[in-house]
DNA sequence: ACATTAAGTGATT
DNA sequence: AATCACTTAATGT
């Protein structure tokens, strides 16, 4: 591939995951402003405390965003989709303040960074963009608010079968590859406890174990 | 064949 | 529901 084709399909790519939320003008500012990195699965993109400068965005793929302690436990608080942003990042992006939350990817992806200064910018000058950010907003609200509720309502065990179709419907793939381990630790659970549930929910007919790999009967 | 890592299990708190 | 201590099973070298 030649360079100038590689930069074609970057902007195919863009224009692809965001043609549809933006005007002509703010897709040429994106395209010209936006740095496209591409990262691998389990890759982690943002760390707690790590300076904000830029704002990323889906443009193929997923993310996983999550809270994290000193001891390094984690919890999962939501995923962000194609199309999408950490609109919560956006804050911290203003003020050039650290971060609060831990970004990792769920598959390989392609992200679009947007430098931080753009954001105020773009705020006064495109109504498309005032909206999406607002919008984003209100997603990742509401899919905080979802976590939240899981977790101080639902019993470990509904919360884990949960987690699995969330995680079968989000990578579109009923066959979910994941240690118990690694599950127990976005659950902020021990690895001990949720293989008994996932056992669990196999005797009842609702998963097939496999090592390194759970499949859903039905989501 | 051996070491490593994932998963299963009884007992205890 | 968590932790300990141990076993068993799968996989890589």
């Known amino acids: 591939m ?24 703010l897709l040429e500012e994106i395209i010209h402003v936006g740095q496209m990195r591409e990262v691998q699965l389990d890759e982690v993109i943002l ?18 965003v999550s809270r994290e302690n000193d001891a390094g436990e984690e919890l999962l608080l939501y995923y962000i ?30 992200l679009l960074f947007i430098p931080a200064e753009m954001m105020e910018t773009w705020m006064h000058k495109y109504k498309s963009w005032r909206e999406y950010i607002l919008q984003n907003y209100h997603i990742r609200f509401t899919e905080l608010m979802e976590t939240v509720d899981a977790i101080a309502f639902m019993r470990l065990d509904e919360r884990l079968l949960k987690y ?17 381990q690694k599950i127990s630790e976005d659950l902020h659970s021990s690895r ?13 007919g609702k998963i097939k174990l496999l090592r390194n790999k759970i499949i859903l009967t039905s989501i």
């Open 2 to 25: 030649t360079r100038l084709e590689i930069e074609e399909s970057t902007i195919q790519i863009i224009k692809k995951a965001l043609g549809y939320l933006f005007e002509e003008a």
């Open 47 to 64: 760390n707690v405390g790590d300076a904000m400068q830029m704002i990323p965005i889906v443009l193929r793929g997923s993310v996983k």
């Open 81 to 110: 989709e194609e199309g999408d942003t950490c609109a919560m990042s956006l804050q911290c992006c203003v003020r050039n303040a650290a971060s609060e939350i831990k970004a990792t990817s769920m598959e390989n992806s392609i």
């Open 164 to 180: 699995l179709v969330d995680q079968a419907k989000l990578l579109g793939n009923l066959e979910i590859n994941r240690t118990h």
């Open 192 to 204: 001990v406890v949720i293989s008994r549930l996932l056992k669990q929910l196999e005797v009842k």
